[in-house]
C-alpha cells in the first residue's frame, strides 16, 4: 500500500514545484528579516548585497525559467557560461538552495539569453509541423491508414511482392505503393488527449530524432521520416539523424545522403562496421544537438500529437524517460491501427530476461484520473522512447561493452529505476510500427551475444536474483561461470557513483507484482528419463494448458526448465508458476497454472508428484506413473523396473 501511495505522492509533488515561483520569494524575505536592525551601514551592505542577488536570479530566472531539484541537472550546468558560476557562487554564499537551470537550447540562430517564455498555453499555430501535408488522394493506396488492398497481379508483381517479403518480413511491395506522406486520418485518441494543452513555460524542449537502420526498405525508412516531418511541431524539431548500422543495400548509399539533403533537417550518419544498436545510438546521441533524444525504428509512423506529450512529461520531470503507446501496422497490409480507448499495456519480464507485456494492474490504473497521466511500467521495449539528453548522459546511456542488439531495454530498464529515474508510458503520445514475426537480419556472432548482454546485465543490477535467470538458461550460467562477458567496472562504478538501490528495492517498490520463484530450492534443472536420455519439455509458446512432450536434451534450460518444490509440484516457472498436471482420465500430462497460490493454499492433487528411491515420479494416491512414451509423457502403471519411468535432473 505505501508503496502505491508514493506513486500518487510523486505527482502531487511535482504539481507543487512548478505551481509556486521559486525565485520571487526568498529575497524578500532576506530583507525582511534583516530590516529589524538598526545600522545604517549594515543596511546599505545588505540592500546593494540584495539587489545584486536579485539581479542574479533574474538573469538565471530569463537564461533557465525552470528549476529542478536533481543534482544531476546541478552538475551539468557548470559545463556552460561563467555567468552561470557566478550567480550559483553568489547564491551558495549567502545560504540558498537553488537548483541550476536548465543548459539553454542549443538551436542555432537563437539567442539563449533572450529565450523568455511567457505565460499560457501553446495555440495551434505555435505546434504547426515542420512540413505540412500534401493533399492526399482518398482514394490511394492504404490512405488514411487503411490496409493496402491488391488488385489482380501479374506473374512479375507476385515475384516482387514474395522478393520483399522474404528480404524485409513485411510486405515492402505494399510498402512502396503507399504515399510517403501518408495521413492517418482523424485524430481517434482519447478525448483527454485530443484535448490536451501544454503550457509555454517552461517550454517544451527541443529534440533530436534518432533513427538506426541496417538494410531497411526505402519507403518505409521515407515514410518514417515524413512522418515526422509532417507532425512534429517545428520549433521542437531540432533534427533528424539517421544512423547507418553498415547496411550494404544500394538505395542507402548516395542516393539516400542525396535525398535527405533537400530536406534539410535530416543527416545520415554511417557506422562503417556492422556493431548493432547500441553503438550506434551513441554514435546518434554525440552528434545530437537537441535537449532531448527521441529514439525510433526506421519502420514507424507517427499519430497526430505524439511529441509534444512526451516532451511534456520530461519538462514536469526530468528524470522520466518515456515511451509512447506503441500501435501496430500490420506487416502485410500496412493497416495503421487506430488509437481506440481500449486495454493498455505495460512491459515487464521473465525469468529469462525477456521482454513482454502485460495489463496494468487495475487498482493502478485507477490512482490515473485521465488519460494524460502516464503510466509507470517496469520495463520498456526500448525501441521508442524520449529522454532527456542531459539525463541520458548523467544515468549511464547505454553498456557500450554490450554486442548488436538485445537485453539493452532491460538493462536500461533496471537502471533507470534502481537509479532514481522512471520509466512511463505515455498514453497519449501513439506511434505506429511494424512489428514482425522474426528479424531479417543477420546477427555477427548468432544468438549468443544477446545472452552475453544479459548477463553482463544481471551480473551489474540484480544481486543475487541473477542466480534464478542461470538456473532457467544454461548457456548464460556458462558465461557468468566462465566469466566471458567482458569488462563490467565501468558499469559497476557508474551504480556506485549514482548510488543506485539494489534489486529487492526494485523488486518491492517498482514491481510489486512480479513473480519471484524460490531462490532456495535446491532440485531444478532438466529431467531427463533415464530409458530414452531425452528431457521432459514444454514445448514452443506452452503458456499453460498444452501436453508437455518429450525432446532431445539441449541442456539450455528454457523450455526445459523445471523446479521440484518443497511441495512436492515439478514447475517450470520462467514467467509464471506452471505446475505439471495429470488430468484423472486424460491420456497425457500436461502443465497448468499451479494450484498453489502462496502461504495458506494447499497443492492440487493433480500437481502432486513423489519422487520415489528408485527415481519414479509417482501419485501416491492412484499409484500411477509418469512414463516416457516416444514423443509423449502419461501415466501409467508403476514398476521401478522400467527405464521409461525412471528421471532424474540433469
Ligand atoms: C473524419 O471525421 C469526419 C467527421 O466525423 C468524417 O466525416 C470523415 O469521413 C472522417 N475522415 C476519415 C478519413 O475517416
Ligand atoms: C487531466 O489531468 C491533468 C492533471 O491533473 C489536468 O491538468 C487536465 O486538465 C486533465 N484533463 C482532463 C481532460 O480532465
Ligand atoms: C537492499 O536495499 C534495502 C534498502 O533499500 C536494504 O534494506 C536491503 O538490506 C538491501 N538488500 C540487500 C540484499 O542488499
Ligand atoms: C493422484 O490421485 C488423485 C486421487 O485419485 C487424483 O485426484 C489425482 O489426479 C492423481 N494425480 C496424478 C498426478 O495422477
Ligand atoms: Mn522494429
Redesign the pocket.
Known sequence: MFRRDKGLLNWSTVRVVFSEKPFSLQPVNMMRMFSRRHTFIFKLAILVGSIFLVLCLVMLYDVGGRTSPEPWLQELSEKHSQLMGVVRGAASNMGFQIGAPLPPPSKPGTNPTSHRCPPGLYGRGDLKPHLERPPQD?LGPG??GRPFVSGEMSPAEIKEKQDGLTKNIFNQFASDRISLHR?L??DTRHPDCVGQQFRRCPPLPTTTVIIVFHNEAWSTLLRTVYSILHTAPAFLLTEVLLVDDASTDDHLKSRLDEYVLQLGIVRVLRQSERKGLITARLLGAQAARGETLTFLDAHCECFDGWLEPLLARIVEEPTAVVSPEIVVIDQNSLKFVKPIESAQNRGNFDWNLNFGWEQIPDEYQKQRKNQTYPIRTPTFAGGLFSISRAYFDHIGSYDDKMEIWGGENVEMSFRVWQCGGQLEIIPCSVVGHIFRTKSPHTFPNGKSVIIRNQVRLAEVWMDDYKQLFYRRNTKAAIIAKEKTYGDISERLKLKEKLGCKNFTWYLHNVYPEAYVPDLTSVKFGALENIGSKTCLDVGEKNTGGKPVTMYMCHKSGGNQFFEYTSHQELQHNINKPLCLHATPGALLVTIELCSRKGPGSGVAPEQVWHFTRASLLKNLSTDKCLTMDGAKVVLSGCDSANQNQQWIFS
Open positions: 482518398p490512405a488514411y495521413s486520418g482523424n
